[in-house]
């Protein structure tokens, strides 16, 4: 389907008369470099994310695909587009020829909850930060961010999503896929697009001047509940380092590997984003690694976490000028407790309980992990079929529980499921019966049927490159979101 050429700007579609507010563009061009998109020779809209339209106070009903691709292909809007300038340490290296090489903040919204929301672009043109990038998107990696959003959203991770999807005819060359590969442009809808590498990219310029504006912004947007409080820097940094804690955890908890954890991917919000070689882990494994370029594991699974408490540490330097050293190392030493207390809550949902007595919670936690690690099973099997078979039935009689897993093969995987079986019956035993249909609803909620491993998504890809078929992708986005 191709899109009738619109020449003038619809002013009845209903993304032109959201009330934008030009926060950032507010703050001053020391932030930012004015930029326009690039014209497509094709407008095919892939995706649109009508479950976000209610965020913006729009119904889907009113909203037609041409006024997702007015807005989003064809950028006809009066919005300034504002390539963001930051800098960032990528694999330990400091970096700064960085920015929005590929893509700008096209506006900002507030959500019907009252918070700030940003429209950014990828794949939109080249920018002053593009160092010789086509300043493109691939169909692939924008099918692909599309899909991990939605799946780490439906797992309960706090997460940027993708708006649209539109694909725009062109034909790219990359190292990382077959080439010529399609082309597209996305937007995505995040919490914000300033990353620790915003504030890193001052401190390296030595524009101290423009650090308090920006940081000033945060906590108003961001952590409005500090912005009285005389402590509110220190405590920012404090809440910062929690809530990225927190974010580990969940991927952790997800099996969820982000692949390249740069500082310029780090969301000063706490919020995940930006979903480039991610991968999902099958078989339990600290050291498993999703980007082919990542020779030395880095940015593994198990590494996820102290990456983080690095790139938190590195930020400190930049924030030095106007936070106290001291108050920071204060609010970074809670790093680990966050982080452990967050991952073990994460896990106990994922086993379908709220809160267990010390003395279960510990041994289950325990010893779920090291089943999965010693027989290597499927980590999202595992869960998946436990919240498939549960029965309440299992707390009164030991001998419904299944004795077989499909993830579980050798005589000894099969005893050590025994073991980590009794253990589990001593933990729903240590819930009054009436919970146990709670214990069934929070297995379905943490553990998605559906894991977005490697092959699915490549099953999905092989479909639209060979035959242009998109139902697997929409099938595939149905069972994620269920
Ligand atoms: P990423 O790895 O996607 O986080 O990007 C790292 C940096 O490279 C950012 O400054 C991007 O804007 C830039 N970049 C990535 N791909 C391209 C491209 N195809 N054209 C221009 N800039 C790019
Ligand atoms: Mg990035």
């Known amino acids: ?21 030009p926060v950032l563009e507010n703050l001053g061009a020391d932030y930012y470099d004015r930029v326009t998109a690039a014209e497509f020779p094709q407008h095919l809209l892939r995706f649109r994310n009508d479950d976000l339209l209610p965020e913006l106070g729009l119904s889907p009903s009113e909203v037609s695909d041409t006024h997702f691709i007015d807005a989003f292909g064809r950028f006809q809007g009066n919005q300034p587009c504002l390539a963001l300038r930051y800098h960032g340490y990528q694999f330990g290296e400091y970096n700064p020829y960085l920015g929005d090489g590929r893509g700008f903040l096209y506006g900002q919204v507030r959500g019907r909850n009252g918070e700030l929301y940003d429209f950014g672009t990828k794949g939109s043109g080249t920018t002053p930060y593009s160092r010789g990038g086509d300043g493109r998107l691939t169909l692939k990696g924008g099918v692909r961010e599309v899909l991990a959003a939605e799946a780490l959203h439906r797992m309960g991770v706090r997460t940027s999503r993708c708006l649209s999807l539109i694909e725009t005819g062109q034909a790219l060359w990359r190292g990382d896929e077959p080439s010529p590969t399609r082309s597209s442009v996305m937007i995505r809808f995040s919490r914000s697009h300033l990353r620790f590498g915003t504030f890193e990219r001052l401190h390296y310029l030595n524009r101290a001047d423009l650090m308090r504006p920006l940081l000033n912004h945060v906590i108003e947007q961001y952590y409005p509940h500090l912005q009285t409080n005389p402590d509110r820097y220190p405590l920012f940094y404090a809440e910062l380092v929690q809530r990225t804690a927190e974010l580990v955890a969940q991927w952790m908890a997800a099996g ?63 924030l030095s000028t106007v936070i106290a050293p001291a108050d920071m190392e204060r609010g970074l ?37 090291k089943f999965l690690n010693d027989t290597q099973a499927s980590y999202p099997t595992f869960f998946s079929e436990l919240t498939q078979q549960f029965s309440p039935a299992w707390r009164e009689d030991p001998n419904s529980m299944p004795s077989r897993a499909v993830c579980v093969n050798t005589p000894e995987q099969i005893e050590f499921l025994e073991q980590w079986r009794k253990q589990y019956r001593q933990a729903l035993l240590s819930l009054p019966p009436e919970e146990m249909p709670q214990v069934a609803d929070r297995l379905k909620r943490y553990n998605p049927s559906l894991v ?27 069972k994620i979101r269920q």
């Open 256 to 318: 969820f590997c982000h692949a390249v954890l740069n500082t310029d991917n780090m969301s000063i919000t706490g919020e995940s984003f930006d979903y480039g070689p991610y991968a999902f882990m099958n078989q339990f494994n600290p050291q498993f690694t999703a980007a082919y370029f990542d020779y030395f594991g880095r940015y593994s699974y198990g590494n996820q976490p102290s990456i983080c408490y690095w790139n938190l540490e590195m930020l400190q330097m930049a």
């Open 1 to 21: 389907m191709v899109f009738p050429v619109s020449t003038q700007t619809d002013t009845t579609n209903p993304f032109f008369q959201l009330n934008y507010e």
């Open 452 to 478: 977005l491993l490697r092959p699915e998504i490549e099953a999905v890809w092989e479909a639209i490159a060979q035959e242009d078929n998109w139902q697997p992708f929409y099938d595939l986005l149905q």
């Open 333 to 369: 030493a809670q790093f680990h407790d966050h982080y452990q207390a967050a991952y073990h809550q994460q896990i106990l949902y994922k086993l379908g309980f709220d809160r267990l007595p010390p003395g279960q919670a510990k041994p289950l936690l325990t010893l779920t992990l």
